[in-house]
């Protein structure tokens, strides 16, 4: 930890450090720099969306422990001075400050000329790339390029009032229409009476942004705190367990509501209170009694046994939880922890070296799931936490909070049972029976009336993209799939076309065709017309069926070359403000001509570099032209269809603010690429009718004591930690970074909730909740012990990308090695009981090292290759939106061999059998001649065929004579009436049944180009520019020793 101290605001040159100078010169009691830059930089990291801050590089800029005398001593005045800081985002600035630089907050968190700079080996071998100097840390074990994960400070001196950061976002700069009166005061009486209002007062309230409707977290029930917080504890203890009927005014009630929202007096495990037998009492549950598989305990050497990888894909590990607790808990799809022991304090968490993180998938398709329609949805009055399976039920009219020990009256309605239709058991609801479960929301979660589906598509129409013939193959797919948008009789379309100008089409009903209008003027976009231009579906649909025949005809003579992309995005945005909705935009080249023109900058001769490449955007005008997306919940979905460089690094913003995702397909072209071919109408055909929920907010919430502070994924951060997702989508994954930030030495157990509220393109608003409740450890064995390697590496990749923008490739690199020689040098030295050479993991890291060295060699962090930057760009979008699942197939693929699939443990499902070949090592070691090996990345299936494979699998499998007839391009197995056959289509139908979208399979010869693409993902052998899995377990060992 080489870091100086730098004065906390040193960098800043932004609106947001004026901010802080004048709360400081104003001496507020709350002035602190120090305080404002916690939030600051939170949020700037936050909103970065590829957030730039790494905190772990800069605890002194980020003293978080100084929140809590703000939030502490002011109970109602802390959040309003906090709150018009939370509000401010960092992109915020980027928007009414002067125009900035491509990453203009970074700077502010820098502490000047990079401290944390490493100038390690690693920069030289750049130039020339060798096999261990890409990302060996030279001598500094402790290099700097390491994430130290103690980002927060230690020290609590006050009672905190919050969990997370900070609360009460009230304004939001971003969508002037959700803007407050600004009154602070007046604001926080709207969400006292606002949200209690669904179980107390029942008044009507306006909100006036999401913040409030989805509840904002302690700080928004705060009241006058005078009062004894240690009345809470005789509260707990003395009430009587079967109060009186229910009654809303009891003095628990109101006892309660004046309580100070946090307070450490208050017993803060669910074990301090004496529950009834009613309810949720197995929470009471000792943690005794648990065991893990005595598997789970091995010490392993990995220099001896190097081969860990199992041969049935890798499970997540299950908390070491009591039964009853594990069997509500949440499904790790959905909701993961990097340790699924958390430690009890920051300095244990410090110790094991390891990330302390969340992996989220909220909005996946699911075959159930619960869906609760109540007038009285059920939420914690203090920090508006869900009920959910790990609340304790004091007796049959009060719950206590698990996130911030809350005790809540039961409302009257939940007292009744809609499935067993029993009165008097809130514990049986499904609310308290579900970890994952979804509201019908009532008015209030409304801002506005729902608002309806709206679609538009952007289509780049100049010559370049005509030449390759995307437009066919996208207008078809439309026409196929029109029927099948989600939506309802309100569904809206529109289509704009643009190449040196913009096209708009009128679709008006009545009309005999589709008119088009031109605009030329692309300085000052107007839109003509705009009440025709986006259309009720179904009372237009034949005239969109036209266009939609029509349009790829329409430009097939152009020799327009110019593309004038963001005046087009533009003119999108005006015409979906009024109701928001999805853009999908198609481009093909880098734009040209007006705002938004980009430049070539990559250059091909330093592909190979870790360094000095262009992984920022070189104009933030897609940044912030998203932030207006995002205000006018419109999400952009971009469709990068191009053979040369289109600078993804600067266009990629536009769907990363605004929470829409990036699709990209290099080389495209309708004759000369049919497997992109397939791939995009696969693609679109899952883009164009999954699920889809409009103007979304999320909000994670986790117990007292712990603390969320970097977000990952594609969305914009509306108010500290608050996401604003104007479209969320099934496929989409989100990752946070947490802390401890006080001692949980009180609680045996932590919960984290995840709320989504959304309107359903059926008009519905909905909440989906999902609860994970895990165990507190106070040992750093059982923190190892507990660890989830998958989430570890995944967390640690979305930071890498972080790094990688705002460092350099190389630094993240290093830290990547680095997060792996930390964590077993701190398993070595302090768990460890009998220090033996060799290279001692816990069984539960057994994968680590293979897993950081397949990320090493990842698209997104190679070094040494010719990896285009686009390509590297978009794989980096990819390791930052994709659900966990998918972004570790796509970093350590399953290679299975398949010439000889039998029917011996396959599993049965449907009355069909489907063959579980073992999952090998990814080595050529593995492969042989005489046989066939599919390659399972994820998003892409390959299947190698060796050239002396037996003539069975060629004839019963691919139905080709011999070898050399294997067709070059080949992307489907023939369906034969051979036993062969039917094993293997029934296997590859089963990996690709498992994923919502259609992995593409190819089959390779041993002379196709694309057997390049296989042994890249060998990832246990030695390349001219890293180690083998072998050296890398070496260096790792040798460091780890020191
Ligand atoms: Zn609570």
Same mark, same amino acid.
């Given at each position: 930890m080489s870091?100086p101290g730098?004065p ?7 609106g947001l450090?004026a901010?802080n100078?004048?709360?400081?010169a104003s001496? =507020?009691?709350?002035?602190n720099g120090p305080?404002?830059?916690?939030l ?5 990291s936050v909103?970065?969306? $590829? ?11 980020i003293p ?6 703000v ?6 005045g802390?959040s309003?001075t906090v709150s /018009? ?5 960092g992109?915020?600035?980027?928007l009414?400050g002067p125009?900035v630089a491509?990453?203009p907050?970074?700077? +502010? ?6 401290p944390?700079?490493?100038l390690?080996t690693?920069?030289?071998?750049a130039a020339? /790339?060798?096999p261990s ?6 001598a500094s074990?402790s290099?700097?390029?390491?994430w130290?994960?103690n980002?927060?400070?230690q020290t ?5 009032a919050?969990s997370?950061?900070t609360?009460?976002?009230n304004?939001?700069?971003?969508s /002037?229409?959700y803007v407050?009166?600004?009154? !602070?005061?007046?604001q926080n ?7 209690i209002?669904?179980?107390n ?5 306006v ?5 409030e409707?989805?509840?904002g977290?302690?700080l928004a ?5 005078t009062k004894n917080p ?6 707990? $203890?003395?009430?009587p367990?079967?109060p009186p009927?229910?009654?809303?005014t009891?003095?628990p009630?109101?006892?309660g509501?004046?309580? /100070? ?5 208050? *017993?803060?495990g ?7 037998p ?6 009471? =549950?000792?943690? =005794? ?6 598997e789970?305990?091995?010490?392993i050497?990995?220099?001896q ?5 199992p041969?049935t ?6 908390p070491?939880?009591?039964e009853?607790?594990?069997k509500?808990?949440?499904n ?16 244990l ?8 993180g969340l ?5 996946k398709?699911?075959v159930?799931l619960?869906v609760?329609?109540s007038?009285?949805?059920?939420r ?8 959910n ?6 007796d ?6 698990n996130?911030?020990y809350?005790?809540n009256?039961? *409302?009257?309605e939940?007292?009744?049972?809609p499935l067993?239709?029993v ?6 609801r499904?609310e308290v ?13 409304? &801002?506005?009336p729902p608002q *309806?589906p709206?679609y538009?598509?952007?289509f780049d129409v100049?010559?370049?993209a005509?030449?390759t013939g ?7 797919s439309?026409?196929d ?9 309100r ?10 100008t ?14 088009m209008l031109?605009? +030329?003027?692309i ?7 705009p009440?025709n231009?986006?259309?009720n579906?179904n009372?237009?649909k034949?005239?969109?069926?036209d266009?939609?025949k029509t349009?790829?005809q ?6 327009e070359?110019q ?8 003119a999108?945005?005006?015409l979906?403000s009024?109701t928001?909705g ?9 734009p040209t ?6 430049k070539?900058r ?6 190979s570099?870790a ?9 933030d005008?897609y940044?912030k032209l ?6 006018q919940?419109?999400a952009v ?5 191009s053979g040369?460089?289109?600078d ?15 699709y ?10 049919p497997?992109q071919?397939?791939k995009l ?11 889809i929920?409009f103007?979304?907010?999320m ?9 969320i502070h970097t ?7 509306r108010?500290t930690d ?5 479209n969320?989508?099934p496929d ?8 401890v930030?006080e001692s949980l030495?009180?609680?045996?157990l ?5 709320a989504?509220?959304?309107?359903s =393109?059926k008009?519905?608003?909905?909440i989906?909740?999902?609860t994970?409740c ?5 040992t750093?064995?059982?923190?190892f &012990? ?5 989430a570890? !590496?995944? &967390?640690?990749?979305?930071?890498a990308?972080d790094?990688s923008?705002?460092? +350099? ?12 020689i ?7 030295s ?12 816990p ?8 897993f950081?060295l ?5 698209k997104?962090?190679?070094t040494?290759t010719n ?5 590297r760009i978009?794989?980096m ?13 796509t970093?350590?693929?399953?290679l $299975?061999r ?8 396959a ?5 069909r ?13 593995k492969?042989?001649?005489?046989g ?6 994820g998003s892409? &299936?390959m299947?190698?065929?060796g050239r002396n494979?037996?003539q069975?699998f060629?004839s019963q ?8 007839l294997?067709?070059q391009t080949?992307?489907?197995l023939?369906?034969l ?9 029934a296997f ?6 498992q994923?919502?979208?259609?992995p ?5 010869r041993?002379?196709?180009p694309?057997?390049?693409n296989?042994l890249?993902?060998m990832?246990?052998?030695r390349?001219?520019s890293?180690?083998?899995y072998?050296?890398?377990?070496l260096?790792i060992?040798?460091?780890v020793?020191?």
């Amino acid at each position: 930890m080489s870091q100086p101290g730098i004065p906390a605001s040193g960098g800043s040159s932004t609106g947001l450090q004026a901010q802080n100078g004048a709360a400081s010169a104003s001496g =507020s009691p709350y002035t602190n720099g120090p305080v404002q830059n916690a939030l600051m930089s939170s949020q700037v990291s936050v909103s970065q969306g $590829y957030n730039s801050q790494l905190p772990g590089s800069y605890p002194h800029l980020i003293p978080a422990k100084t929140l809590n005398p703000v939030s502490g001593q002011s109970n109602s005045g802390g959040s309003q001075t906090v709150s /018009p800081l939370s509000n401010y985002q960092g992109p915020g600035q980027a928007l009414y400050g002067p125009p900035v630089a491509s990453h203009p907050v970074t700077p +502010s968190l820098r502490s000047g000329p990079s401290p944390q700079m490493p100038l390690p080996t690693s920069q030289n071998p750049a130039a020339t /790339p060798m096999p261990s100097g890409s990302f060996l840390p030279g001598a500094s074990v402790s290099s700097p390029s390491n994430w130290q994960y103690n980002y927060l400070s230690q020290t609590n001196h006050c009672p905190r009032a919050s969990s997370q950061p900070t609360m009460t976002g009230n304004t939001n700069l971003m969508s /002037p229409q959700y803007v407050s009166s600004g009154d !602070s005061s007046l604001q926080n009486n709207i969400i006292k009476s606002g949200i209690i209002s669904n179980t107390n007062n029942g008044s009507m309230v306006v909100h006036n942004n999401y913040d409030e409707i989805e509840g904002g977290g302690f700080l928004a029930t705060s009241q006058p705190t005078t009062k004894n917080p240690t009345m809470s504890r005789s509260v707990g $203890y003395s009430y009587p367990s079967l109060p009186p009927g229910y009654q809303n005014t009891a003095p628990p009630s109101t006892t309660g509501a004046g309580l /100070p929202p946090s307070s450490l007096n208050y *017993p803060s495990g669910p074990q301090a209170f004496t529950q009834t037998p009613l309810g949720a009492n197995h929470l009471t =549950s000792s943690m =005794s009694g648990l065991s893990l598989h005595p598997e789970g305990l091995r010490v392993i050497n990995l220099l001896q046994e190097r081969n860990m990888l199992p041969s049935t894909p890798l499970q997540p590990p299950v908390p070491n939880l009591h039964e009853d607790i594990q069997k509500l808990n949440c499904n790790p799809e959905l909701f993961r922890c990097t340790l699924t022991s958390i430690p009890q304090t920051q300095a244990l968490l410090n110790k094991a070296k390891l990330p302390l993180g969340l992996l989220l998938h909220p909005f996946k398709d699911l075959v159930q799931l619960p869906v609760v329609t109540s007038s009285t949805i059920v939420r914690c009055r203090s920090c508006r936490t869900y009920i959910n399976p790990f609340v304790s039920f004091l007796d049959q009219r009060r719950w206590k909070c698990n996130l911030c020990y809350r005790v809540n009256d039961v *409302p009257e309605e939940f007292m009744y049972n809609p499935l067993t239709r029993v009165y008097g058991e809130p514990h049986r609801r499904p609310e308290v029976q579900n970890a994952t479960i979804e509201f019908m929301a009532p008015s209030e979660y409304m &801002l506005r009336p729902p608002q *309806p589906p709206v679609y538009l598509f952007v289509f780049d129409v100049s010559h370049n993209a005509i030449e390759t013939g995307y437009l066919n193959s996208v207008c078809q797919s439309l026409l196929d799939n029109l029927d099948l948008l989600p939506g309802n009789t309100r569904t809206k379309i529109g289509f704009i076309t643009f190449d040196s100008t913009i096209h708009f089409y009128s679709l008006q009903e009545g009309l005999s065709q589709p008119q088009m209008l031109i605009v +030329s003027d692309i300085e000052d976009v107007f839109i003509p017309m705009p009440e025709n231009l986006l259309v009720n579906l179904n009372e237009s649909k034949e005239l969109v069926q036209d266009l939609l025949k029509t349009l790829p005809q329409m430009f097939t003579k152009t020799l327009e070359t110019q593309s004038a992309l963001g005046p087009a995005l533009q003119a999108a945005f005006k015409l979906m403000s009024p109701t928001g909705g999805r853009m999908s935009v198609f481009q093909t080249q880098l734009p040209t001509l007006g705002v938004g023109a980009l430049k070539p900058r990559e250059e091909p001769n330093q592909r190979s570099s870790a360094k000095e490449i262009h992984l920022t955007p070189s104009t933030d005008f897609y940044k912030k032209l998203a932030l207006d997306c995002s205000g006018q919940q419109v999400a952009v979905d971009l469709f990068l269809l191009s053979g040369q460089y289109s600078d993804l690094a600067s266009l990629g913003c536009i769907s990363r603010y605004s929470a829409g995702s990036v699709y990209y397909y290099p080389s495209y072209h309708h004759q000369h690429n049919p497997v992109q071919v397939q791939k995009l109408e696969k693609e679109l055909q899952r883009y164009l009718t999954r699920k889809i929920g409009f103007e979304a907010v999320m909000r994670i919430r986790c117990t007292k004591g712990l603390s969320i502070h970097t977000f990952h994924g594609n969305f914009f951060v509306r108010s500290t930690d608050l996401l604003s997702l104007p479209n969320v989508n099934p496929d989409a994954g989100y990752a946070v970074q947490m802390s401890v930030e006080e001692s949980l030495t009180d609680t045996q157990l932590v919960s984290f909730q995840s709320a989504l509220l959304y309107t359903s =393109s059926k008009g519905e608003r909905r909440i989906r909740v999902h609860t994970l409740c895990l165990p507190v450890v106070s040992t750093l064995n059982e923190v190892f &012990l507990g660890a989830d390697v998958q989430a570890i !590496s995944g &967390l640690l990749a979305n930071m890498a990308v972080d790094r990688s923008v705002t460092a +350099s490739l190389s630094d993240a690199r290093d830290a990547l090695v680095n997060a792996v020689i930390d964590s077993l040098s701190a398993y070595r030295s302090s768990a460890l009981s009998n220090q033996q050479p060799g290279l001692m993991v816990p069984f539960s890291l057994r994968l680590f090292p293979l897993f950081v060295l397949a990320l090493l060699k990842q698209k997104s962090f190679q070094t040494g290759t010719n990896a285009r930057l686009d390509e590297r760009i978009f794989a980096m979008c990819q390791v930052k939106n994709q659900p966990l699942v998918y972004l570790m197939l796509t970093t350590h693929p399953s290679l $299975y061999r398949v010439d000889n699939l039998s029917d011996e443990g396959a599993i049965s499902i449907n009355d069909r059998t489907i063959p579980q070949p073992r999952i090998l090592q990814l080595s050529v070691e593995k492969l042989s001649r005489d046989g066939a090996f599919l390659m399972d990345a994820g998003s892409v &299936l390959m299947l190698w065929v060796g050239r002396n494979c037996g003539q069975n699998f060629l004839s019963q499998v691919l139905g080709v004579e011999n070898y050399a007839l294997i067709p070059q391009t080949m992307t489907d197995l023939p369906e034969l009436d051979t036993p062969e056959s039917a094993r293997t289509i029934a296997f590859i139908s089963w990996l690709r049944e498992q994923r919502p979208f259609y992995p593409i399979l190819y089959v390779i010869r041993d002379e196709s180009p694309m057997k390049a693409n296989f042994l890249q993902n060998m990832v246990e052998d030695r390349t001219e520019s890293a180690l083998s899995y072998y050296e890398f377990l070496l260096h790792i060992q040798q460091q780890v020793n020191k």
